[in-house]
Each structure stands twice: as structure tokens, then as C-alpha cells.
């Protein structure tokens, strides 16, 4: 009883300890800031900054932005190497003890002079960016966006990924719908066609998912081959939900021993439109016409 | 963009503005991307850079710059993807800088500037502009 008794409490400690682990983290998080430079002092754009705790031995990377200037924030206390490096040049290696409540900055001078490209300079003989007549809007990081596009590329490949798993299933239910009407009595060709064709509605639901969902880029405009695919899509959209009501109809005909009539009779036709339509969707984007 | 290649090729033709300051300005240029994908090839053009060349003791420093958003193929898809390949809204110019020898400042000819063959990677200049 003691012993579990000491257990208990061990485990409560443990718990307790473990508990308060993060809190004490990110109490003692602290920011290390900073700039690259050349041999000579110049700001140097771009440059990737290697951040290695000596403690955990665990590495981060952040970059440097146009003026040479980076900031690494949420780091632990304690002690750290770090090194710069842009297209060959690197700076070297530098130990840093950062501590919470003080201010972290260093200052990173690359050694080997490779391509690099500097940040505007006020020399009068180096033009500057701002020298050509650009904006300062027009030259300015925007983080945001390219998170944006970066979801967007991210969401669109499973898109596209998704929209070619999906024709295998539709190409199959296309092919089994051979034997599962007409005068054929039997139900197990129309049985396979039914299932086939609730995969290939679940698949491009999930297809059409990424697609709708991947996010706009504000202020462009869409033009060229895409246009067509989206256009295709209102096709084969409609389709993909009027296919399988019409085709639960003409099961629901022939499994009464009826020949399939009515609406039902399009479940066929509405079909080959929508795998059609599909398929040149698929080809508008894929081939250069 | 697996197993894409995306280069820049700039062509740039640059113009004294004025002999006695040595100042030159690009006058017109073109510069553009190339994908290569096995279903199709996609060639995207700006015609937007600006440059800039200020001669002292004899060198020319260069600088020519374009927005990486002003490339056009036709193709808004395929533009918006090389826009994100080459984290151009984060570092949304292209910039190039070079130092050449004022008699021989006339003519331009750069390319290609950056080449791309995996995605996720930083633009890097795999070969620097020559004469």
C-alpha cells in the first residue's frame, strides 16, 4: 500500500512537474535579432541565418530580409551558435549566450565574398532601388500573400492529384454501365456499377473540395486555360449530382422489374456528358493546345 | 513542379542617357521565365524592368529590377505558380547588380539569371550575369 501510496504521489509530481514545463518555456522566451553583412560593413540581403542550440543541439533557420536584418523569435535562454551563409559566402561561426530580459542582437559578417546580391546602397555610384522609380509598396515583402499562394499551391495540387484518382473509379463505372441496364435481369454488374459510382462521387467530392476551398488571390485576374477548366466544372458539377439521383431512379425502375423510363432514361446520356465534360477539364489544363 | 525547370533569361538593351554624367537608363528589355513540364511548355514575359547604370573612374555599376508579378505567359495558373515557386511575394523583385568597365558598358546580354529544378528551394543565382 506504501508503495503505491509513493507511486501516486511520484506520478502526481511527475505530472505536476511535467505540467508546468511549457509554461516555464515560454516564460523564458526570448528574440535574437540581428544583421548580415559583406567584409566591408554592407547590409546583405537575403542571407539564410543557422540557429543551433548547443543545449539540445536542435538547428532553426530564418532569413534575413532585404536590408540584412533578421529576427529569430520564441528561442530558450541558453547557449547558442550561429552562422550566415548567402550563395557560397558564409560568416563565422558565432556564440551567443541569450538571456531573457536583455536585448540579443549580433551582427554577421559574411567572409568569403561570392555573388551577393547587397541591399540599396547610399553609394553614389550604386543605384538604388528606389533610384528606378519602384514604389516602396511595390518592393515590399508581403508574408501574408505568399502564405496564400502557398496554401493555394498546396490545396490545388491534391486537386489535381484527386481529379486523376477519380477518373480510374469513373472510367470503371463508365465501362460497367455496359451491363447494367438495358434488358440485363442480373444485379450483380448493376450492383458493381452502383458501388463504382459512389466512389467516384465521393472521390469528386473531395476533389471538388480543394478546388473551391483553395484560396483567391486578390488582384489577379484569371486568364488562359484555367478559364476554360472552371467553365467545364459547371458542367460536370451539375452533372455529378444530377448523375447519381437519376441513377438511383433507373436502380430503383429495374430492381421493381420495370423498364427503366422517365427522367431516369437521362441517367445514361447526363452521364457520359458529365465523365465528358470531366475529362476535357482535366486536358484544358494539362495539355498546351 | 517536380522535375520543372524555371529559368529567367533577361535581355536588356541599355542606353547612355547622357555621356557627360555617365549615367545609363535600360530603355526596354524583356525578360522572361520558361517552365518545362513533360505535357507542356510555358514561357511567361515582362517587359517592366527598369535600370539603371552610374559610371565613376572608369566602372559602371549596374542595377536592373523587375516585379516578379509583372511576368505574363497567359496563363494566370501557371503565373500565380511561379510566383509562389519563387516566394515572389516575399521577395517580390528581381534584381540583378553588376559592375562592368565603361568602355564596354554599350551592350548588355544577361541569362540566364536564376534556374529552378526543385521546388521549396530559394531562388539562388546559379550564374551571374556576363557581358
Given at each position: 500500500?506504501?508503495?503505491?501510496?509513493?507511486?501516486?504521489?511520484?506520478?502526481?509530481?511527475?505530472?505536476?512537474?511535467?505540467?508546468?514545463?511549457?509554461?516555464?518555456?515560454?516564460?523564458?522566451?526570448?528574440?535574437?535579432?540581428?544583421?548580415?553583412?559583406?567584409?566591408?560593413?554592407?547590409?546583405?540581403?537575403?542571407?539564410?541565418?543557422?540557429?543551433?542550440?548547443?543545449?539540445?543541439?536542435?538547428?532553426?533557420?530564418?532569413?534575413?530580409?532585404?536590408?540584412?536584418?533578421?529576427?529569430?523569435?520564441?528561442?530558450?535562454?541558453?547557449?547558442?551558435?550561429?552562422?550566415?551563409?548567402?550563395?557560397?559566402?558564409?560568416?563565422?561561426?558565432?556564440?551567443?549566450?541569450?538571456?531573457?530580459?536583455?536585448?540579443?542582437?549580433?551582427?554577421?559578417?559574411l567572409t568569403q565574398q561570392g555573388n551577393l546580391p547587397s541591399?540599396?546602397?547610399?553609394?553614389?555610384?550604386?543605384?538604388?532601388?528606389?533610384?528606378?522609380?519602384?514604389?516602396?509598396?511595390?518592393?515590399?515583402?508581403?508574408?501574408?500573400?505568399?502564405a496564400l499562394l502557398d496554401k493555394r499551391t498546396h490545396m490545388?495540387?491534391?486537386?489535381?492529384?484527386?481529379?486523376?484518382?477519380?477518373?480510374?473509379?469513373?472510367?470503371?463505372?463508365?465501362?460497367?454501365?455496359?451491363?447494367?441496364?438495358?434488358?440485363?435481369?442480373?444485379?450483380?454488374?448493376?450492383?458493381?456499377?452502383?458501388?463504382?459510382?459512389?466512389?467516384?462521387?465521393?472521390?469528386?467530392?473531395?476533389?471538388?473540395?480543394?478546388?473551391?476551398?483553395?484560396?483567391?488571390?486578390?488582384?489577379?485576374?484569371?486568364?488562359?486555360?484555367?478559364?476554360?477548366?472552371?467553365?467545364?466544372?459547371?458542367?460536370?458539377?451539375?452533372?455529378?449530382?444530377?448523375?447519381?439521383?437519376?441513377?438511383?431512379?433507373?436502380?430503383?425502375?429495374?430492381?421493381?422489374?420495370?423498364?427503366?423510363?422517365?427522367?431516369?432514361?437521362?441517367?445514361?446520356?447526363?452521364?457520359?456528358?458529365?465523365?465528358?465534360?470531366?475529362?476535357?477539364?482535366?486536358?484544358?489544363?494539362?495539355?498546351?493546345? | 513542379?517536380?522535375?520543372?525547370?524555371?529559368?529567367?533569361?533577361?535581355?536588356?538593351?541599355?542606353?547612355?542617357?547622357?555621356?557627360?554624367?555617365?549615367?545609363?537608363?535600360?530603355?526596354?528589355?524583356?525578360?522572361?521565365?520558361?517552365?518545362?513540364?513533360?505535357?507542356?511548355?510555358?514561357?511567361?514575359?515582362?517587359?517592366?524592368?527598369?535600370?539603371?547604370?552610374?559610371?565613376?573612374?572608369?566602372?559602371?555599376?549596374?542595377?536592373?529590377?523587375?516585379?516578379?508579378?509583372?511576368?505574363?505567359?497567359?496563363?494566370?495558373?501557371?503565373?500565380?505558380?511561379?510566383?509562389?515557386?519563387?516566394?515572389?511575394?516575399?521577395?517580390?523583385?528581381?534584381?540583378?547588380?553588376?559592375?562592368?568597365?565603361?568602355?564596354?558598358?554599350?551592350?548588355?546580354?544577361?541569362?540566364?539569371?536564376?534556374?529552378?529544378?526543385?521546388?521549396?528551394?530559394?531562388?539562388?543565382?546559379?550564374?551571374?550575369?556576363?557581358?
Amino acid at each position: 500500500m506504501d508503495s503505491m501510496s509513493a507511486r501516486l504521489i511520484l506520478r502526481v509530481v511527475l505530472i505536476s512537474v511535467l505540467g508546468c514545463l511549457p509554461l516555464h518555456a515560454q516564460d523564458s522566451a526570448v528574440t535574437l535579432s540581428g544583421n548580415v553583412t559583406d567584409a566591408s560593413g554592407k547590409a546583405i540581403s537575403n542571407a539564410k541565418i543557422s540557429i543551433k542550440d548547443l543545449g539540445t543541439g536542435q538547428s532553426s533557420e530564418v532569413q534575413a530580409d532585404s536590408h540584412g536584418h533578421f529576427s529569430a523569435p520564441n528561442l530558450a535562454v541558453g547557449e547558442y551558435e550561429i552562422v550566415a551563409s548567402f550563395d557560397g559566402a558564409s560568416s563565422a561561426p558565432q556564440k551567443i549566450t541569450l538571456a531573457a530580459g536583455v536585448p540579443n542582437n549580433v551582427t554577421l559578417a559574411l567572409t568569403q565574398q561570392g555573388n551577393l546580391p547587397s541591399a540599396p546602397s547610399p553609394s553614389k555610384t550604386e543605384p538604388a532601388l528606389e533610384d528606378l522609380g519602384f514604389s516602396p509598396a511595390e518592393s515590399k515583402a508581403n508574408i501574408e500573400r505568399q502564405a496564400l499562394l502557398d496554401k493555394r499551391t498546396h490545396m490545388l495540387k491534391i486537386h489535381q492529384r484527386m481529379g486523376l484518382i477519380t477518373t480510374i473509379p469513373m472510367i470503371a463505372s463508365v465501362v460497367t454501365s455496359l451491363n447494367a441496364g438495358g434488358r440485363s435481369e442480373g444485379t450483380a454488374s448493376r450492383d458493381l456499377h452502383v458501388a463504382l459510382g459512389a466512389l467516384t462521387g465521393d472521390l469528386y467530392g473531395i476533389t471538388a473540395y480543394y478546388a473551391i476551398r483553395a484560396p483567391k488571390i486578390p488582384g489577379t485576374e484569371t486568364k488562359g486555360p484555367i478559364n476554360v477548366h472552371k467553365i467545364l466544372a459547371w458542367i460536370h458539377g451539375p452533372g455529378m449530382i444530377a448523375t447519381p439521383i437519376l441513377g438511383a431512379m433507373a436502380f430503383s425502375q429495374k430492381n421493381n422489374g420495370e423498364k427503366v423510363h422517365g427522367i431516369a432514361s437521362a441517367h445514361g446520356p447526363v452521364a457520359i456528358v458529365t465523365a465528358g465534360a470531366f475529362g476535357a477539364a482535366l486536358l484544358a489544363v494539362s495539355v498546351k493546345f | 513542379m517536380n522535375k520543372k525547370l524555371l529559368v529567367f533569361f533577361l535581355f536588356a538593351a541599355i542606353s547612355r542617357l547622357s555621356a557627360a554624367d555617365s549615367t545609363w537608363v535600360l530603355k526596354e528589355s524583356a525578360l522572361t521565365y520558361h517552365v518545362s513540364h513533360p505535357l507542356h511548355q510555358t514561357d511567361g514575359v515582362s517587359h517592366a524592368a527598369r535600370g539603371k547604370g552610374i559610371c565613376h573612374g572608369g566602372q559602371c555599376d549596374f542595377l536592373i529590377a523587375v516585379p516578379v508579378k509583372s511576368f505574363d505567359s497567359g496563363d494566370s495558373n501557371r503565373d500565380l505558380h511561379m510566383i509562389q515557386v519563387t516566394k515572389g511575394a516575399e521577395y517580390p523583385m528581381v534584381m540583378v547588380r553588376t559592375r562592368l568597365p565603361e568602355s564596354e558598358g554599350l551592350h548588355l546580354r544577361l541569362g540566364p539569371i536564376w534556374k529552378f529544378n526543385s521546388p521549396g528551394r530559394l531562388p539562388t543565382i546559379s550564374k551571374y550575369p556576363s557581358r
